[in-house]
């Protein structure tokens, strides 16, 4: 449905499913919501707006994944989000995310780390060595990763 593969639904019907699905995502007050159903729920809305696939892609994906990132009382589901963000279609957002998670005190700096050097190619590395040089990873483990990738690549101080 979000990816209008057989017919054509309006932004506001889009974005219904949509809440539909970040309130299974982001719902701390429903025990009953196993966190594997939540998991499920955010690939669905994920792979709405990825780049690749059939259909149109679900502009209203990005933010979404956002707010998970941001809300999300699971770190699970905050890194997933993550990894999704880096396969939406605007790279340069996806880098900017990314790039700030990073540089968080968020548990899940080290998967911005990680995405920024396995999902966005050339231009995630390139994030990544501006990163290492300015010093501003702030996380132990986000420090830890980014020290992996300097080695492996060869980058100075």
Same mark, same amino acid.
């Given at each position: ?9 309006? !932004? !506001? ?9 970040? !309130? ?10 196993? %966190? ?28 979404? %994944? ?28 996806? *880098? ?25 190619? !050339?231009?995630? %590395? ?13 996380? *132990? ?17």
């Amino acid at each position: 449905i979000l990816r209008q593969l057989k017919e054509t639904r309006s !932004d !506001d019907a889009l974005g219904a499913v949509a809440d539909v699905l970040m !309130d299974y995502i982001v719902s701390k007050a429903s025990p009953t919501v196993s %966190l594997s159903a939540r998991q499920n729920a955010l690939d669905v809305l994920a792979a709405s707006g990825r780049r690749d696939g059939g259909g149109k892609p679900f502009p209203g994906a990005y933010p979404r %994944l956002v707010r998970i990132v941001e809300s999300a009382d699971d770190s699970g589901l905050r890194a997933s989000a993550l990894f999704h963000i880096a396969h939406q279609p605007d790279t340069a957002q996806a *880098l900017r995310m990314l790039r700030g998670v990073a540089v968080s005190n968020n548990e899940v700096a080290m998967v911005a780390v990680r995405d920024l050097a396995g999902y966005l190619g !050339d231009r995630g %590395l390139a994030v990544l060595r501006e990163l290492y040089r300015s010093g501003e990873v702030k996380d *132990l483990w986000a420090q830890r990763e980014l020290a992996h990738n300097a080695r492996k690549y060869g980058w100075t101080r």
